[in-house]
């Protein structure tokens, strides 16, 4: 990396930091205040409205994807950084469910749909995709999620919890202008000249970059397109079809994003109803964020010591992180339920950042962005609906339990999903059905 590239990443961290790092864990701090105080509000009904946000920001993947192309990833950054502040302005006005399912939930969510998906591309075109600056990329909003609830839980008793949203709007705006001289305008030229860098041929002469693009196929996968159908022509929906280990990925991602989204939603109401303090409340959410800031900056090292492979990592995140959600409504002690949060969190960051790399190794460079924006839009619809049928469980029971056990045993699925895959697609007369990479050479 160069030095002039820290400037890029440094503005990731901090435009995520005043986006996500706030709206994220404050309406998530804040879902029993806004129950008691909406009309016709439930758990359900705010959950819902909070999953919507969370969903939003996958579904408005692809979306995300025709609008950077179409103006830069930059002025991505810069509009969605708008949509974030302006929303949560809004937000801490409303009056009405309905309202907030607008503010929040759309303007919010499609705000941050943008502002992610172009830092996300910019880390898999620019950097290759390193778990390394996707930890940069990620450790800004788990710096909110360790800052921005006891700020919440701090300034509620001045403010009250409308004025602690406002003032968070105010902070938030300050990702606009942060974004508008810390990022460059990415060419495309320049990404023409990176993807050509980026294949030099071993005795350093550079390749034709569609000479190098159809070399990605290796000899099971040089059959199934003609010389003119080169993977760049090839039609994204087509390469799900044709590559059932694309499916997979969709699969165990809209699964985590379930459990986690619907677990993170309802985690300080689960802490509150079992009658530990709002300011304790938040010094636990406040733990899971530290653990998941130290879990996304620390993912990277396992596969930089050679100690396991990514997927593995995966799995390993997958096992220890459903074990841990099933027993936490079962955990009443302030200083367990720290600890088994802050677990929880480190686990769920090595999660977030992993998978990123999975998939940018499982397809190649030209058609990451393609791939990955398919592949979070089944996870953002899922999502939608993970804090409000939690939400339900409880007004019917009166108890996380139940719902945490299910999010917990999806965790633990998810793990042995991925442990049949890679078992399955190592196998040789099956491996012609993952998609062609770099490393796939004729």
């Given amino acids: 990396m160069e030095w002039k590239e820290l400037?890029?990443?440094?503005?990731?961290?901090?435009?995520?930091?005043?986006?996500?790092?706030?709206?994220?864990?404050?309406?998530?701090?804040?879902?029993?205040?806004?129950?008691?105080?909406?009309?016709?509000?439930?758990t359900a009904t705010i959950g819902l409205a909070h999953s919507l946000f969370f969903g939003a920001i996958s579904v408005f993947g692809p979306l995300a994807v025709v609008v950077t192309k179409r103006i830069g990833d930059k002025e991505g950054i810069v509009i969605g950084c708008c949509m974030v502040s302006s929303g949560l302005l809004m937000t801490s006005q409303t009056k009405a469910v309905w309202q907030l399912f607008f503010t929040h939930s759309l303007v919010t969510g499609l705000?941050?749909?943008?502002?992610?998906?172009?830092?996300?591309?910019?880390?898999?075109?620019?950097?290759?995709?390193?778990?390394?600056?996707?930890?940069?990329?990620?450790?800004?909003?788990?710096?909110?999620?360790?800052?921005?609830?006891?700020?919440?839980?701090?300034?509620?008793?001045?403010?009250?919890?409308?004025?602690?949203?406002?003032?968070?709007?105010?902070?938030?705006?300050?990702?606009?202008?942060?974004s508008l001289f810390i990022f460059r305008k990415f060419s495309k030229k320049r990404r023409l000249k990176k993807n050509t860098e980026m294949n030099l041929t071993s005795n350093g002469v550079v390749e034709d970059v569609n000479t190098v693009e159809t070399s990605f196929l290796n000899d099971d996968h040089a059959s199934d397109?003609?010389?003119?159908?080169?993977?760049?022509?090839?039609?994204?929906?087509?390469?799900?079809?044709?590559?059932?280990?694309?499916?997979?990925?969709?699969?165990?991602?809209?699964?985590?994003?379930?459990?986690?989204?619907?677990?993170?939603?309802?985690?300080?109401?689960?802490?509150?109803?079992?009658?530990i303090s709002e300011r304790n409340a938040a010094f636990a959410l406040g733990s899971y964020g530290l653990g998941s800031l130290i879990g996304r900056?620390?993912?990277?090292?396992?596969?930089?010591?050679?100690?396991?492979?990514?997927?593995?990592?995966?799995?390993?995140?997958?096992?220890i992180t459903g074990t841990l959600t099933i027993i936490f409504d079962y955990i009443y002690n302030v200083y367990g339920i720290i600890i088994c949060s802050a677990t929880i969190g480190y686990f769920i960051g090595w999660y977030l950042i992993i998978f990123p790399p999975i998939v940018r190794e499982s397809v190649c460079?030209?058609?990451?962005?393609?791939?990955?924006?398919?592949?979070?839009l089944p996870g953002g619809v899922v999502c939608m609906f993970a804090g409000y049928v939690i939400g339900v469980i409880y007004d019917a029971s009166g108890l996380y339990r139940l719902s945490?056990?299910?999010?917990?045993?999806?965790?633990?699925?998810?793990?042995?999903?991925m442990i049949i895959g890679e078992v399955a697609f190592s196998l040789k007369w099956i491996t012609k059905y993952r998609p062609p990479t770099e490393s796939a050479k004729v």
């Fill in 404 to 417: 945490f056990f299910i999010a917990g045993g999806i965790f633990i699925l998810n793990a042995v999903l």
């Fill in 297 to 319: 900056l620390t993912a990277f090292v396992p596969g930089h010591m050679n100690l396991m492979k990514k997927s593995t990592e995966f799995i390993t995140s997958m096992l």
């Fill in 365 to 376: 460079v030209t058609r990451f962005k393609d791939v990955y924006g398919l592949i979070i």
């Fill in 111 to 178: 705000g941050f749909s943008l502002m992610a998906t172009s830092t996300i591309f910019i880390i898999g075109h620019y950097f290759n995709g390193s778990p390394v600056y996707i930890g940069f990329l990620y450790a800004g909003s788990a710096s909110g999620m360790l800052v921005t609830p006891i700020f919440c839980a701090e300034a509620k008793i001045y403010f009250g919890f409308r004025g602690t949203l406002l003032i968070l709007s105010a902070l938030s705006m300050n990702a606009i202008p942060i």
């Fill in 7 to 42: 400037a890029t990443l440094v503005g990731i961290l901090v435009s995520h930091l005043l986006t996500m790092g706030i709206a994220g864990p404050a309406i998530s701090f804040f879902l029993v205040d806004f129950t008691l105080s909406l009309q016709g509000s439930s």
């Fill in 225 to 275: 397109f003609t010389k003119t159908d080169s993977i760049d022509n090839v039609s994204t929906v087509r390469l799900y079809l044709k590559y059932p280990y694309l499916i997979l990925l969709c699969t165990v991602r809209s699964l985590a994003e379930y459990a986690y989204i619907g677990f993170f939603i309802h985690f300080i109401a689960s802490v509150i109803y079992k009658g």
